[in-house]
Every structure is written in structure tokens, then in C-alpha cells.
């Protein structure tokens, strides 16, 4: 439970941090230009990105690339990791033990 909620929390924060960057963006430009996922993984890890398409093309279906993975990719970086960081979070977190009359 703690290492869900720990694994969470640091995807909230990697989030947040993504968030921050692309605000900082639009004070400094005036523009709305948010990281796209794809753009941010092709950034960390061209190679990566490069394996993921070819591993899914071949091994799984091509349709499963182009348009899913593809959509997936487009979206914003920061969306992600605070979906993903809050769901984690929240199913891991402590819940009230329950207390029987007797």
C-alpha cells in the first residue's frame, strides 16, 4: 500500500512539474503550447519511442499503433501522470477499519 501510494504521489508530482513548465510557457510567450506526450517521451528517450512503435507494430497489431497509440501520444504530457498518479493514490490509500457492535 505505501509504495502505491509513494509511486502515486511521485506521478502527481511529475505531473504537477509538467504543468508548471508549460504555465511557465504561457507567461512567458503568451501562448498556450503544452508538451505533447509523444514529443516529451521522443525527448527523454528517442530510442525508446522508436522500440515501443516497432514492438507494438509487429508483435501486437499495426492498427494498435496508428490511430490509438498515435491519440494517446498527442494528448498533453501532463494529463498522464496526474490521472494515473491520483488513481494510484486514491486505491492505495488508508481506509477506515470498520468497527462491529457486538
Given at each position: 500500500?505505501?509504495?502505491?501510494?509513494?509511486?502515486?504521489?511521485?506521478?502527481?508530482?511529475?505531473?504537477?512539474?509538467?504543468?508548471?513548465?508549460?504555465?511557465?510557457?504561457?507567461?512567458?510567450?503568451?501562448?498556450?503550447?503544452?508538451?505533447?506526450?509523444?514529443?516529451?517521451?521522443?525527448?527523454?528517450?528517442?530510442?525508446?519511442?522508436?522500440?515501443?512503435?516497432?514492438?507494438?507494430?509487429?508483435?501486437?497489431?499495426?492498427?494498435?499503433?496508428?490511430?490509438?497509440a498515435?491519440?494517446?501520444?498527442?494528448?498533453?504530457?501532463?494529463?498522464?501522470?496526474?490521472?494515473l498518479g491520483?488513481?494510484?493514490?486514491?486505491?492505495?490509500?488508508?481506509?477506515?477499519?470498520?468497527r462491529?457492535?457486538?
Amino acid at each position: 500500500m505505501i509504495v502505491g501510494r509513494l509511486l502515486g504521489g511521485l506521478l502527481l508530482l511529475i505531473g504537477l512539474m509538467v504543468l508548471v513548465r508549460d504555465l511557465l510557457v504561457l507567461a512567458d510567450s503568451g501562448y498556450w503550447a503544452p508538451l505533447g506526450l509523444g514529443q516529451w517521451w521522443y525527448d527523454i528517450d528517442r530510442p525508446g519511442l522508436n522500440l515501443a512503435q516497432a514492438a507494438i507494430e509487429q508483435k501486437l497489431h499495426p492498427a494498435l499503433w496508428d490511430p490509438i497509440a498515435t491519440t494517446v501520444l498527442s494528448c498533453w504530457a501532463f494529463v498522464p501522470p496526474l490521472v494515473l498518479g491520483l488513481l494510484l493514490f486514491l486505491a492505495c490509500r488508508d481506509r477506515p477499519r470498520r468497527r462491529f457492535r457486538t
